[in-house]
Nanobody, 115 residues
Framework: QVRLVESGGGLVQAGGSLRLSCTASGINFKIAALNWHRQAPGRQREFVGSISSSGNTNYTDSVKDRFTISRDNAWNRLYLRMNNLKPEDTAVYYC?????????WGQGTQVTVSP
């Protein structure tokens, strides 16, 4: 079955950096488009960015020039490099994939940015 497992979250001070990983199984990873979303307490889940099978990326405006999405098809891994983190980036971060007409989500990883 499809499984997505995020890792790499933690507590960081404002201005710091983190790299999140998402390991996928149960899909043909190299042809899949993948996404990152996040959900802050009391707020709806929001789109962060995506990467196509060819490596094209797209980001929400609030993270452009700070976050970078990449992928390693040899290891079935998706990455989210986050630089210059701000307290408003605090959220649970999720990776997702649309596969065979369904959307699959990981369990999420918590990112907390202190002032």
């Amino acid at each position: 079955q499809v499984r997505l497992v995020e890792s790499g979250g933690g507590l960081v001070q404002a201005g710091g950096s983190l790299r999140l990983s998402c390991t996928a199984s149960g899909i043909n990873f190299k042809i899949a488009a993948l996404n990152w979303h996040r959900q802050a307490p009391g707020r709806q889940r929001e789109f962060v960015g995506s990467i196509s099978s060819s490596g094209n990326t797209n980001y929400t405006d609030s993270v452009k020039d700070r976050f970078t999405i990449s992928r390693d098809n040899a290891w079935n891994r998706l990455y989210l490099r986050m630089n210059n983190l701000k307290p408003e980036d605090t959220a649970v971060y999720y990776c997702s994939v649309q596969w065979k007409a369904r959307t699959f989500w990981g369990q999420g990883t918590q990112v907390t940015v202190s002032p």
